[in-house]
């Protein structure tokens, strides 16, 4: 039995065999400007918005995070099945390789009412009958965030938090006031039908130190001490200021099987840490013992040396971060680590992969920053909380924009190759043709993270996963278009454009390349930039999503098109304007 999470990121995912590619002769495109077309009014909203030959074969995994219920949808948007529930998302969910569904649910634990708040682990088949469910929630700890399945053990690890009152915090050394939750991690060994034994744990409260109050166990030099953890350090950046009840809300655990090390993602540090699963329960609450000889203190730790005393700002490689895990054995990048790096509205976000400073037995050099090796970050990419980035075994990376509920799939060279808006939000499904809602930042459809899992994976063994006719949201399917969609994007302009404007040129020296389209955009928006045929069907996408005020340039090849009339259409809330162009073969 393989492990579900890295499973996910691990099976051979090969390309769509589509039949009816085509190739047409080089053509020459020539551009009439055009009034604002009604024709064109009607466009895609939600589900797939664009897709291509080169889109992976798959079936993608995503749970609302306002809903019940958690779907696994084709390329095309259509229901293979769903799972439903009487809880609302705790943000994480799994397939198993048995087709059953793990996943964080809410107990709306009013102890702890930050995001991410969970409670409940719950397995439910692929049929839909509840196998196990696990509650770990009270006054004094919570289940948040994430979990993560050890198929080796058939254990389940829990991140989670504990409340540690004013006067312990002070005890230790802290000089913020008030209450303070402290991330911890149990691993749960399932029994009945809802119980489990607690068979492994590790607390960060067992790995402080501080330099503050001479007089305490704890003191000493941080910048000495990169394996622990400075108990007054504050992020100018976290989400509550560094200084609240929610210090650290850590988001992600991931499990390195080879290693038998676990990482997590410590947000409001804007770090990760690796730390030594093998050991025993009270190794992990020294600092000695285990593979490596130091217990439960970081093995590594890396995204801001401030935070630790050893660098500044400008050292910074993550802020505000989510989904931080190893990239599995077989596939591109392997060992390397994959994080969605949220950053800040000036910044933008990104997806980046580093190369770690670790030897083959997991010994790693804490001295060490890694090295960026990939990034994905196009202008106006920015998503304020939440996201998630799967690597696939043909190089391809599926992102999710937690936020919007905004799903991408970038292939080796950062084109996009599928696009898809989930249509569900807390009021139930949204029509084709109709918006989710919602404004330029969270939106009611958003979404935790989304995993596609290969038509092979042995969850489907055995099950019937032949979709409906139509998508999720209704409405015709998307035409899926042959070849890749093009969509090179300039860096934005430093001058702001007085109004919005779209303008294009023949690329005479090759007119294969028909054309280039300049967008002008003179205050932040949502663009669509799209090409139509003349019966109004979209042939490709140039831009859709969020940019900022700037100058942006895009290209569109029309190799495989036949010659007719085609219109290049530009959309925004308050604006819209189209071109024709005359294709001739």
Known sequence: MKHSRKGVRNRDFSSIDFKYRRFCFPLVVTLIILAHLSILAQTRTVGVISMTADTTAGYTLFAPLMGTVTYLVDNFGREINSWKSDKTSGASDYLLDDGSLLRCESLQNRSFNAGGSGGRVKRTSWDGETMWTYDYSNSSHCQQHD??????????????????????????????????????????????????????????????????????????????????????????????????????????????????????????????????????????????????????DLLYRFGNPAAYKSGSNSDRLLQ???????????????????????????????????????????????????????????????????????????????????????????????????????????????????????????QPNQCFRAYRYAPDDAAFAGKNITPPAAPVEGGDLITVKPGKTVIVSSSGDAQVPGAFSLSSYVNSSN???????????????????????????????????????????????????????????????????????????
Request: charged share 20%.
């Open 147 to 296: 979990i993560e399945y050890l198929p080796k053990t058939g254990t389940v690890l829990l991140l989670a938090w504990e409340v540690k009152t004013q006067s312990e915090a002070s005890a230790v050394g802290r000089t913020a006031t008030g209450n303070v939750w402290m991330d911890h991690i149990v691993e749960v060994k399932p029994s009945g039908s809802s119980g489990g034994e607690i068979v492994w744990e590790w607390h960060v409260w067992d790995h402080l130190i501080q330099d503050k109050d001479a007089s305490k166990g704890n003191y000493g030099v941080v910048a000495d001490h990169p394996e622990l953890v400075d108990i007054n350090y504050k992020n100018p950046d976290a989400v509550m200021g560094g200084t609240s009840t929610d210090w650290l809300h850590t988001n992600a655990v991931y499990y390195n099987e080879e290693l038998d090390q676990i990482m997590i993602s410590v947000l409001d540090l804007g770090e990760v840490w690796i730390i030594d699963h093998h050991t025993t329960t009270a190794e992990a609450a020294s600092h000695s013992g285990g593979k490596h000889g130091k217990g439960g």
């Open 320 to 442: 505000l971060q989510h989904d931080a895990h190893w990239i599995p054995k077989g596939l591109p990048g392997a060992g390397n680590v994959l994080v969605f790096n949220n950053g800040t509205s000036s910044r933008g976000s990104s997806v980046d992969e580093f190369k770690l400073p670790v030897d083959a037995d997991g010994k790693y050099d804490l001295k060490k920053a890694p090295e960026k090796v990939w990034s994905y970050a196009p202008a106006g990419f920015y998503a304020t909380n939440m996201g998630s980035g799967q690597r696939m075994a043909n190089g391809s990376t599926l992102i999710c924009h937690g936020p919007k509920g905004t799903f991408y799939e970038v292939d080796t060279d950062k084109d996009i190759v599928w696009e898809y808006i989930s249509p569900v939000t807390s009021s139930g499904i949204t029509q084709q043709g109709k918006s989710p809602g919602g404004g330029m930042g969270m």
């Open 511 to 585: 007119p294969a390349l028909a054309t280039a389209v300049t967008v002008t955009v003179p205050r932040n928006s949502d663009v669509t930039v799209k090409i139509y045929n003349a019966g109004g069907r979209e042939i490709a996408t140039l831009v859709n999503h969020y940019l900022s005020a700037g100058k942006y340039s895009y290209t569109w090849s029309a190799n495989g098109c036949a010659g007719g009339i085609y219109f290049v259409r530009l959309v925004t809330k308050n604006y819209a304007t189209a071109h024709r162009l005359v294709v001739l073969q």
